[in-house]
């Protein structure tokens, strides 16, 4: 460098230069799948924020808010001397951006806070109520977070505000039937983004079970595990038949509004029973099955269908050389119709899965962001979202049975040829319609497989291979196998929060 010339470089962040998506502009985006790293949380991992809330003073807190209502401040002085509506306006913009169609968005989050919502034009001043709560949040620190701030504050607003009373007076003759529809609807806007009743915390905790909820009664967990996977075992039921099914059970549940999963079982009923993507002929006849063994183990249905899934995978292990035990927890329990509004779960009906190689019919958006789409609603990582394709594929488990992406010739087995074949350059990719593929011999041209546009994005991203490479050296054929054991694991067990 020359005397005196600026050791910084100027420029590299405002030049036009081409970027890499230039250059790749339908690269597949993983950014997705790497958000909320833990080395961004100033709490640390041993923070636990249902532990600190269960040291709340519930009612000093309501009492500050009551009191923070009619504190009209210079800075920012209360409309007609109340806060209420700019609160309310505040919740109301947190809870209502919640999505029916895929669980995202909704207040659970505290998000409002931050880009881009805290700066959508719909959502101006409402900064200046975050900085009115401030002084509350900054006294009761971390037993209460923003999120629940948010939303008491509201409740708060709605109790104190004569407005509301003097609106229903004006257009219902009972206005106490309309506080009640009033309270129900907005406690449904507030909370449904939350999960089940069972994470609820504190005193104000409703003891009604409202159907928008998803109850599960509790499942039994005093019966012989062992032998209920037994029976399974000698059922004559297929790897791929068992651990489709528990897959299927599972793969519903969204990370965003924690709503589906296994708990429940609800596979069994409608509409999922007839949902395409369930293949119900295939469905029905393994139901056939399981449900005697549940029963006559005093097992639930949700807990054996999970099982059957862990048989199967060991079995498939077992095959590959390799014996590993699937961690199980007993404690699901079985839903019923009564319980389920079935038109709110029209919304969980998978129309795609990356995992099981399927697609109800062809869309603009391509399979493979697809599927990046619902590993992130499962809340799997992208190296969990690897392991598992590679062994759903050569356990056999392809949607209708297709052989697309099951790169091995010892199906049924959970070994890692998915990955070895598919990082094996002695094979080519061919072209072979919309959006399927032939993987030809290089020297003879043989068609040996048939691909799908998923199957091979796990060759042709650069991350994805990295992490297929990983999977296809020839020492980490245990470890591919554990991998997947423990994200398997974790799907089952995703809306388990009792386990939590």
Known sequence: MSEGKCPVMHGGMTTATPSNSDWWPNALNLDILHQHDTKTNPMGKGFDYREELKNLD???????LKALMTDSQEWWPADWG??????????????GTYRTADGRGGGGTGNQ???????????????????????IKKKYG???????????????????????????????????????????????LTHRDMGPKSRYVGP????EDLIWQDPIPLGNTDYDVDGVKAKIAASGLTVSEMVATAWDSARTYRHSDMRGGANG??????????????????????????????????????????????????????????????????????????????????????????FRNWLKKDYVVSAEEMMLDRTQLMGLTAHEMTVLVGGMRVMDTNHGGTMHGVFTDSKGALTNDFFVNLTDMAYSWKPAGSDHYEVRDRKSDD?????????????????????????????????FVKDFVTAWTRVMNADRFDLT
């Open 58 to 64: 519930v009612e000093a807190l309501k009492t500050d």
């Open 82 to 95: 109340h806060y209420g509506g700019l609160m309310i306006r505040m919740a109301w913009h947190s809870a």
């Open 113 to 135: 806070r931050f880009a881009p919502l805290n700066s959508w034009p719909d959502n101006v001043n409402l900064d200046k109520a975050r900085r009115l709560l401030w002084p």
């Open 142 to 188: 971390n037993k209460i977070s923003w999120a629940d701030l948010m939303m008491t504050d509201a409740d708060m607003a709605m109790i104190k505000d004569p407005a509301y009373r003097e609106i229903s007076e004006r257009f219902y003759k009972d206005p106490e039937y309309f506080s009640d529809v009033f309270a129900r609807a907005w406690f449904k």
């Open 204 to 207: 104000d905790v409703p003891k």
């Open 265 to 354: 079982a609800r596979i069994r009923l409608a509409p999922q029973k007839d949902w395409e993507g369930n293949e119900p002929g295939r469905l029905a006849k393994v139901l056939a099955v399981l449900e005697p063994i549940a029963a006559e183990a005093g097992a639930s249905v949700a807990d054996v269908i999970v099982l059957a899934g862990s048989v199967g995978v060991e079995q498939a292990a077992n095959a590959a050389g390799i014996t590993v035990t699937v961690p199980f927890a007993p404690g699901r329990g079985d839903a019923i119709d009564e319980m389920t509004d079935a038109d709110s779960f029209d919304v969980l009906e998978p129309v795609h899965d990356g």
């Open 447 to 479: 068609v040996i497989w048939t691909a799908t546009r998923v199957d091979l994005v796990f060759g042709s991203n650069s991350i994805l291979r990295a992490y297929a490479e990983v999977y296809a050296q020839d020492d980490n054929k245990e470890k």
